[in-house]
């Protein structure tokens, strides 16, 4: 099995070279600079990478489509993404390429260690969290880490999920497209390095926003199809995924609680984004009330309550090929 590492790039030339230099020791590196204003080419370049560029920014979801067409021009059956900001170890690689091996299908994501906890401000982490609870509701997945750009995709989920976001929501659109589409997705914890430079390029105000209304759409979907208004394709596929073990009843009641936690969520998102935003503007300045809130409303056990069993949890997997990662450590709710 071939694999490309694609790096894409927006004025990264001061870590580049290293995340090349480090990559490069287990495949060969795309970089693709995204219309850098440094010296980032260069920097790729010198240190052993091609580089594709693009006359201008394009952001990160463009600069990704980019890398996996030519990816697939030099017929790799599997592409390798890394940040170029030096917070993704190489090191970590063979074990992402490893899970890989063993999940042909799936796509391979490097989970910041702790939950994406661990080097995100108090604000953004409670923005990964609110974004994770909404995944889940909408494909059925449990990912601790929704947001990091460390991963794995086989050829075949490039080649038939259809993804149409740029910037940083295609991270998001693609899980839950190729959740949707059957394909597992299996999380490897890694532990992520701090960012050289000290801002992300990530911009709460645009950047979160675009996320936070893709997830909005996805949500209202979900809504339509949960009352019954609109079967759609993908409520048909969730539901399928759903019918595991349980007894009817037993499905029942997990259905209703699920559906009144994502309804109290739902209904407190407009507000609750409005203060992490607030909160992730104004950092240090902020008294923390937010993350007490966001763990009460969007703790990922909400949407996928006990009582399962290991016995249930391992036919779940069989059946479903969900990586059960946040769902395994849920507690099992106690009998009615
Ligand atoms: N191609 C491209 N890459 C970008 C853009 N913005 C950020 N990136 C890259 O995306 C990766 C993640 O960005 P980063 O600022 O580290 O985000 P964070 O670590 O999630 O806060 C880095 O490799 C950036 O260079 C962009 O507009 N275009
Ligand atoms: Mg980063």
Redesign the pocket.
């Known amino acids: 099995v071939t694999h490309v590492i694609i790096?894409?790039?927006?004025?990264?030339a001061p870590s580049v070279g290293a995340v090349v230099a480090e990559s490069r020791v287990h495949g060969p590196v795309l970089v693709?600079d995204?219309g850098s204003s440094d010296a980032t080419s260069a920097e790729a370049h010198a240190a052993g990478a091609e580089v594709i560029r693009h006359p201008r920014?394009?952001?990160?979801g463009r600069?990704l489509r980019t890398g996996f067409a030519a990816a697939r021009a030099r017929g790799a059956d599997r592409v390798v993404t890394v940040?170029?900001?030096g917070?993704h170890p190489a090191a970590e690689l063979p074990r992402l390429l490893s899970a890989s091996d063993q999940h042909p299908d799936a796509i391979i994501v490097g989970s910041r260690l702790g939950g994406t906890s661990e080097g995100l401000s108090a604000g953004r982490r409670n923005a990964v969290r609110v974004a994770s609870f909404f995944v889940t509701w909408v494909s059925g997945l449990s990912l601790a880490d929704t947001?990091s750009?460390f991963r794995v995709y086989p050829r075949n989920v490039l080649d038939t999920v259809r993804t149409r976001r740029g910037?940083f929501v295609y991270e998001t659109e693609v899980l839950i497209a190729a959740a949707l589409r059957g394909h597992p997705i299996v999380e490897v914890p890694i532990v992520a390095r701090p960012?050289q430079r000290q801002r992300?390029?990530?911009r709460p105000l645009v950047d979160g926003t675009a996320i936070g209304g893709y997830l909005a759409a996805r949500t209202l979907g979900r809504w339509t199809c949960e009352l019954g208004c609109a079967p759609s394709a993908d409520a048909a596929l969730l539901t399928r995924r759903r019918q595991t073990t349980h007894s009817v009843d037993d499905r029942r009641r997990l259905s209703r609680q699920r559906t009144t936690s994502a309804l109290l969520a739902t209904l407190a998102a407009p507000p609750i984004l409005a203060l992490v935003l607030v909160q992730t503007l104004a950092d240090d300045y902020f008294p923390d009330v937010v993350t007490p809130l966001v763990s009460m409303l969007y703790a990922p056990p909400r949407l996928t309550p006990g009582p399962i069993t290991n016995h249930t949890r391992e036919s779940d997997r069989a059946a479903t090929g969900l990586a059960l990662g946040a769902e395994a450590a849920a507690p099992p709710v106690p009998p009615a």
């Open positions: 790096v894409p790039v927006f004025n990264e693709i995204d920014r394009l952001g990160k600069a940040d170029g900001d917070q947001q750009g910037g960012r992300s390029r990530f």
